[in-house]
């Protein structure tokens, strides 16, 4: 039996609808069937912990690459990254990803007549500091065009993608610019509800700009946080064209104490994140020569039953005995088993739908009352028309007695339940994630809200 830490706060009037008819591709890629609530446990409460392992020299400056300098108007973005409760989320690690001054990335599904520039790889990396502060130097991205609807072009942005502390906390967001001329037509921007959408656009940043070398701008995200989100006013300092002024809210301390008010709002992770979130070892949960190493087989399927070959999937797990490596998991330090054993993995989709996660088989895990957690491995889907990730859980065909306690899965119906079991294969275990069924009792995979 364990006692938990307190559950994070699930924001509403934030996040876009699954399904927004403006944005053609979230049509076959969200769930027909109302979300279950994933009450949040010790792996939703711990998650991936990154810092300066995971970044290189010079990461966080994108304007020199390939022996040369970026072209196009250089900027430095800046700015801090809260939780909530208005508290500093410090050494997490924050990925971007862009196109270049003419709109253009450096992808191969990206043709559009605009340069490319070989000195612009348009991807970065950078760790928060102890007062949550980040800061990188890139180049301000152009308007580029695609086919949603016609003359259409996506207003000028950056990706960003963000672990925080916690599974729960995991965001994947864009920034974009003051009074950008293209918010008026554009439906992923204009999926987020009105009240939202200053959060997120950056603010011009004069005391930020670098004399004779760069503009600045900021862009505070706030993450979500353990107790009520904040509700109280703010000094005005943005509007765009769309949005409403924003509201004040109480100052936080520290160097830097303006932030957006409320959560900041999750957009698609786009058909480009191949530029900025693949890791070499992102597939490898668990060392290559880790005795007991396992393969995981996750399939994703859209609406059309077609596979999903834009899809990112992400994994988080306890280890062989049911422990995370984590501060808030009350059991305390422990050193995890296997030895090399980092409980998470990220993993790209072939052309068949189907991304491969190496890892070991986690251990039951205790809970607030006397039932175990059978063991599971929680997922995350990303892809092109996902406005927010999809959650999910895999289970263990084995472990048919574990199952019939586990709080999750016997919140469910039977046949939800068998659609969270994966299949034993040779070296591991094969599980196909449906996206989409209209049919209560078809295909579609049980999706978790939070």
């Not at 700015?79 to 989320?89: A, E, F, H, N, Y």
């Not at 152009?142 to 963000?162: E, K």
């Not at 729960?168 to 992923?188: A, G, K, S, W």
């Amino acid at each position: 039996m364990l006692h938990l830490p307190p559950r994070y706060q699930r924001p509403t009037g934030v996040n876009a609808p699954a399904d927004f008819a403006d944005y053609k591709t979230t049509s076959l890629r969200h769930p027909k069937q109302p979300l279950k609530l994933l009450p949040q446990r010790l792996t939703e409460l711990t998650g991936p912990v990154f810092g300066e392992d995971r970044v290189g020299a010079g990461e966080n400056d994108l304007t020199i690459a390939n022996g040369g300098e970026a072209q196009g108007q250089r900027i430095v973005v800046h700015g801090r990254v809260l939780d909530g409760d208005g508290k500093p989320v410090p050494h997490t690690l924050l990925e971007v990803w862009q196109a270049n001054a003419g709109g253009r990335y450096r992808h191969t599904g990206d043709n559009w007549p605009a340069p490319l520039d070989p000195f612009f790889n348009g991807l970065g990396r950078c760790v928060t500091d102890a007062n949550g502060h980040y800061s990188f130097t890139t180049i301000k991205p152009g308007a580029y065009p695609w086919m949603n609807h016609d003359n259409a072009w996506r207003p000028a942005h950056i990706h960003f993608s963000l672990f925080g502390t916690a599974f729960t906390q995991r965001l994947v967001t864009q920034m974009y610019f003051p009074e950008d001329p293209m918010f008026f037509q554009d439906p992923i921007y204009n999926s987020v509800p009105e009240e939202a959408r200053h959060r997120m656009v950056s603010v011009f940043d004069y005391d930020a700009t670098v004399p004779n070398w760069a503009l600045g701008f900021r862009f505070d995200i706030v993450l979500r946080g353990r107790n009520a989100p904040y509700s109280k006013t703010r000094k005005t300092t943005m509007t765009d064209r769309t949005a409403k002024p924003a509201p004040t809210y109480p100052v936080v301390p520290g160097d830097f104490t303006t932030a957006p008010f409320g959560v900041t709002p999750s957009q698609t992770v786009g058909p480009y994140w191949h530029i900025g979130l693949p890791w070499t070892d992102g597939p490898d949960a668990a060392p290559t020569d880790t005795p007991g190493r396992i393969t995981l087989a996750i399939t994703v399927i859209d609406g059309a039953r077609t596979p999903v070959a834009d899809a990112m999937i992400e994994t988080w797990q306890a280890d062989t005995l049911g422990r995370f490596n984590h501060p808030d998991d009350p059991r305390g330090a422990v050193d995890l088993t296997p030895a090399g054993f980092r409980g998470f993995a990220r993993s790209a989709a072939d052309s068949t739908g189907t991304a491969l996660v190496h890892t070991v088989k986690p251990g039951a895990q205790p809970t607030e009352t006397d039932a175990d957690e059978a063991p599971h491995v929680n997922v995350s889907v990303f892809a092109r028309g996902m406005l927010d990730r999809l959650v999910t859980r895999l289970y263990f065909p084995e472990d048919t007695d574990a199952h019939a306690t586990d709080p999750v899965l016997s919140s469910l119906s039977e046949t939800e339940r068998a659609k969270l079991v994966a299949t034993k294969v040779d070296g591991g275990y094969s599980w196909t994630v449906y996206v989409q069924d209209e049919d209560a009792n078809g295909v579609e995979t049980p999706f978790f809200e939070l």
